[in-house]
């Protein structure tokens, strides 16, 4: 009887295994879709194109695999003791899993689904959303408004900075030059619902979210009472940009983005990511695990209850030269400094990073990144502390496909309290990633 349901298993799983194989002989065609391979590099919100028939609807299967190989050292003042195995091998392989759905003429629907990340070793849905660049209702007064406008609605990643078009997400680092993403990385799913305008290269962007990571029907409780609760308020975010191909091989794009919300108490705007980071156990402590400490080298302000952020972005590429700034000031604070009445922290990022393509089909790049984080990280009654790195990368996309990349890395820490496993901290080393992306 075992033998029996261990073949009927078996036989399960090459037939799930199979379809996707036989679904990428022939993808269907998905309209104002963000390609998942080398052709997505340096795309941000998808272009509007409305010459687009429906014959029916399609589905397509997508995925993105990345499997590192680390050699990093960390040190700090001696004052906590940092983990002490650290050592150079492989990490588990992360793939992330797509699915995109051509419903109706100018309307798709993408679900997401992270198959296996360094926070979550199970599979777990990311999220997924409704995208609308025509409507099914005729007239004059919808064609007209829908040449120009596109609406997001779903639970998904939200449209704030330019960033999150080129960090690494799970399995899918593929657009991404670098290893890890910000230090202080901005990114969030919620509930929301996004409207876009764009013609002639100008973009503007409006929207409103749920605040949150997850949703719930429960009126939010205060710290410490089982009785009392405290008011929850949606987030407002928008976009201004400007892209434009001004020759053949000169492009300028410029952005400017907000997030704001007044009372959430589980904002995770600098900590919506579970996936995890992509450098491993660095400057963690002595009992750290994998899971229990997936964000290893990167600082969440914890701007939980009250955050105001402001996210400029440039973006040049002339010929093979590609470079790509952020400016980023963002202050708020938790619950507990609200009740304490203290005014709100406030944390400043800077990156910029330099690129440069080579070869006929651009195929091969080196770069290079740099990225400083300064601000009240950890109280507002303490001084200011900094993080800064740098970061020296290579990559080769051996097809459209299949990405090798590597980076040397070196970040510091900058006046922490010496009680502070931060305090004197740095890590640097090796990372490389081969990764696949269709």
């Not at 990167?298 to 440039?314: D, E, H, I, K, M």
């Not at 980023?328 to 400094?337: F, H, L, R």
Request: charged share 20%; glycine share 10%.
């Amino acid at each position: 009887m075992r033998t029996l349901i261990t073949q009927m298993r078996n036989v399960a799983v090459i037939g799930l295994l199979s379809m996707p194989i036989a679904t990428i002989a022939q993808q269907a065609q998905i309209d104002n879709l963000r390609a998942y391979d080398k052709t997505g590099v340096n795309v941000f919100e998808t272009p509007k194109v409305l010459d687009t028939k429906f014959d029916g609807l399609k589905v397509r299967i997508g995925a993105g695999f990345t499997q590192p190989f680390q050699s990093l050292s960390h040190e700090n003042s001696g004052a906590v003791k940092l983990y002490p195995r650290l050592a150079s091998g492989f990490a588990i392989a992360q793939a992330n899993l797509y699915t995109d759905v051509q419903l109706a003429d100018g309307i798709r629907l993408n679900l997401t689904t992270y198959l296996s990340s360094r926070h979550h070793n199970e599979s777990w849905v990311k999220g997924g959303y409704i995208q609308m660049d025509k409507v099914p209702f005729k007239g004059e007064f919808w064609d007209k408004i829908m040449k120009v406008a596109t609406v997001k609605v779903g639970h998904m990643e939200i449209n704030y900075g330019d960033m999150h078009f080129r960090r690494s997400d799970g399995g899918h680092a593929l657009y991404n030059p670098f290893i890890e993403n910000y230090i202080m990385d901005a990114f969030a799913t919620e509930v929301a619902a996004e409207v876009y305008l764009q013609k002639n290269g100008l973009l503007g962007m409006v929207a409103l979210s749920n605040g949150l990571i997850n949703g719930g029907f429960q009126k939010p409780l205060m710290p410490g009472s089982t009785t009392e609760t405290y008011k929850r308020s949606p987030s407002v975010y928008g976009k201004l940009a400007y892209d434009k191909k001004v020759q053949e091989k000169i492009r300028v794009r410029a952005s400017g983005s907000f997030y704001y919300n007044q009372s959430d108490g589980r904002s995770t705007l600098y900590g919506g990511d579970r996936t995890g980071s992509n450098y491993f156990y660095v400057t963690e402590a002595e009992a750290a695990t994998t899971t229990g400490n997936a964000f290893s080298g990167r600082v969440n302000p914890g701007f939980t209850n009250q955050v105001a952020s402001v996210q400029f972005n440039l973006f040049a590429k002339v010929h093979g030269l590609e470079v790509f700034g952020t400016l980023e000031n963002s202050k708020g604070g938790s619950y507990a400094e609200e009740v304490a009445n203290f005014d709100k922290r406030k944390a400043n990022q800077l990156a910029v990073e330099a690129v440069y393509r080579l070869g006929k089909n651009e195929n091969l790049f080196v770069g290079a990144k740099y990225n400083k984080v300064s601000g009240q990280m950890i109280s507002k009654v303490l001084d200011e502390q900094s993080i800064d790195r740098t970061a020296l990368a290579a990559g080769w996309f051996v097809t459209n496909n299949i990405l090798m990349k590597a980076e040397y890395v070196n970040q510091k820490y900058n006046d922490y309290p010496t009680a502070n496993i931060l305090a004197g901290a740095g890590f640097k080393g090796v990372v490389v990633q081969a990764i696949v992306g269709f």
